[in-house]
């Protein structure tokens, strides 16, 4: 990977990396012997030289046990992060449900906003619960905010100056995730489909929407039991697999289907787009549920007038316009079966879509623009909205 610390962060100063996730060493054995995509968080702590905070490591104290029996372990997590804070200079909290409480408990000990340094990524700042810690004040002591979706930086504007606010694009491996090495043969009898995730999919929806089109529908999501059915329909259809896999048996599915669907209830916040990405990455056009967090990676070449991560200026120009998927409108089966079915009878547009996909997905979110833009933003250089 390409080294950026010894320009942007001038000085070696201190990182500490906030995980909300145990440690897990097999992850690293996977990642080295090709069984799984990289990490983000692995490669920032590389390229920041940083320490890292897990829960374990706050669940090894007696303090951070009996804050988590009393408040949960995010709660935890950020104060042995406060007890921790001067022996660093920067803080990067990875999520909003440790960065929120750490930001409040620097404001009430009464440190000096900016030491340390604290950066914290926030994915959903819509429930009340999270705001809440902004009417108190949590504010001051978040130096800069990243968001991934126009929606999330909307809400974001609300309780922060724009210029503390960078709103930068998560990332996919395309280097695992890429056509495998041997050749995939075509599949024979009924086209298949995939779709992959469980947080906020509608795949009762997409059920019915294929249950009597003669496609074959592999949903990556645990087992049968996690997945509910329609409305008014008492068994899983015949050409409906639900089933869980590891990450190389889900490249060669992404390999062996026709496209991808992400079916989404509607959400304000960047749901399925790791799904999204991966099938980009894989040349793979996707069907997506047109929801008002999921605007800023796919383009639809009916809704140009979407806004979103690629449509800023130097960006849109270059590829920013190419198609890459089509939309839907959330929760209408009937749409959803005839998309299906339109690009099911245009194979030509679906290839398209999916060179175009992989070309975006190449350009402009590989891991290492992934690193150089949060390295960048963590440090405290100036960032744009996409720093391609």
Not at 261 to 267: A, G, I, K, Q, R
Request: proline share 6%; aromatic share 6%.
């Amino acid at each position: 990977m390409k080294r950026y610390t010894r320009q942007m962060c001038a000085g070696k100063p201190r990182v500490l990396l906030v995980l909300a996730a145990s440690r897990s060493p097999m992850s690293e054995e996977e990642i080295a012997c090709g069984k799984r995509p990289h990490i983000d968080n692995y490669a920032l702590q590389q390229e920041l030289a940083a320490d890292v905070l897990h829960l374990d490591d706050a669940l090894a104290t007696l303090p951070g046990r009996l804050i988590a029996r009393l408040a949960g372990t995010r709660m935890a997590l950020a104060w042995t992060a406060f007890a921790r804070r001067r022996a660093y200079d920067i803080i990067y909290t990875t999520t909003e449900g440790v960065g929120l409480p750490l930001a409040l408990l620097l404001k009430l000990s009464g440190s000096a906003a900016g030491q340390p340094r604290h950066v914290s990524l926030a994915h959903y700042l819509t429930p009340l619960k999270k705001r809440l810690f902004f009417s108190f004040g949590a504010s001051s002591h978040i130096n800069t905010l990243i968001v991934h979706s126009t929606a999330q930086y909307q809400q974001a504007t609300r309780v922060l100056p724009a210029e503390r606010i960078a709103m930068l694009p998560y990332f996919v491996d395309v280097c695992f995730w890429r056509s495998p090495l041997e050749r995939v043969e075509a599949r024979e009898g009924e086209p298949l489909i995939c779709v992959v995730g469980r947080e906020f999919r509608d795949y009762a929806t997409l059920i019915e929407a294929v249950a009597t089109e003669p496609v074959a529908l592999r949903i990556v999501a645990g087992d049968a039991r996690s997945v509910p059915l329609p409305a008014g329909m008492a068994q899983m259809p015949a050409n409906v697999i639900v089933a869980g896999c590891d990450f190389v048996t889900l490249r060669t599915l992404y390999a062996e289907a026709r496209f991808v669907v992400v079916p989404l209830h509607e959400t304000d916040f960047q749901a399925g787009v790791t799904a999204i990405l991966e099938a980009m990455a894989m040349g793979k056009a996707v069907i997506v549920s047109g929801i008002r967090g999921q605007t800023d990676v796919v383009r639809d070449p009916r809704r140009a007038e979407i806004p979103g991560l690629l449509a800023v200026p130097g960006i849109a120009e270059e590829l920013g316009t190419l198609p890459t998927g089509l939309y839907v409108a959330p929760g209408d089966s009937q749409a959803l079966r005839e998309t299906i079915r339109y690009l099911l009878q245009h194979p030509q547009l679906a290839a398209e879509l999916g060179r175009n996909g992989q070309r975006v997905a190449e350009a402009y979110f590989s891991l290492e623009q992934f690193v150089e833009r949060f390295t960048t933003a963590i440090c405290g250089e100036p960032v744009m909205r996409l720093n391609a």
